[in-house]
């Protein structure tokens, strides 16, 4: 299994040692080499580490993990945002987030985000994410989704309804096709 270099970007050092400890556990593959508490920590170990994976808390002292991201001309790891507030979810899917794991972190949904790193989501996901913020208009955003054979890409205004089944999310387009993605949505 190939070694991949991860780093915690946590304000609250506990919450990072849990992770870390969960990251130990969970995936022997994984290795913590850094553990930043401010977004401007973040920046300076992303440059020298260069992690494959970032676990990123989004409420952070000096800036968010949206606002972090958007400090880099360019971003070469994966990205899965924690924080114990879930009406960031949309943002972190904007921002085409490999995953967005709610505090406490559940073992299971921990197991999942792992098994998705170097899989699912490319660089250029998060490269597109941020092009979206400087796209004025909400309704051409694009959304990067995954299935169970690849992804789905799409602009919001081709949504017409989601519809949640388990684990999985039913997206409705304005086209009268309906798609299946391996991401369940939320009502907030």
Request: hydrophobic letters at 40%; a negative charge.
């Amino acid at each position: 299994m190939q070694s991949v270099k991860a780093l915690i970007v946590e304000d609250n050092a506990f919450m990072a040692a849990v992770l870390a400890d969960l990251l130990q556990q969970e995936a022997s593959n994984i290795s913590v080499l850094g553990i930043a508490n401010t977004g401007k920590e973040a920046l300076h170990l992303i440059e020298s580490i260069k992690p494959n994976v970032v676990f990123s808390d989004i409420e952070l002292p000096d800036m968010n993990g949206f606002e972090l991201l958007n400090q880099l001309d360019h971003i070469p790891f994966q990205t899965i945002f924690t924080t114990s507030h879930s009406h960031y979810a949309i943002n972190a899917f904007r921002f085409n987030a490999l995953d967005y794991l709610v505090k406490p972190i559940k073992d299971s949904e921990l197991k999942e985000a792992i098994r998705r790193i170097g899989s699912t989501k490319s660089h250029s996901d998060v490269t597109l994410a941020l092009q979206n913020l400087e796209t004025k208009n909400i309704d051409d955003q694009k959304l990067v989704l995954p299935t169970q054979t690849g992804t789905l890409r799409f602009t919001l205004k081709q949504i017409t309804h989601i519809e949640g089944e388990r684990n999985y999310s039913y997206i409705y387009l304005s086209n009268g096709s309906r798609e299946l993605s391996s991401k369940k949505f939320s009502i907030l």
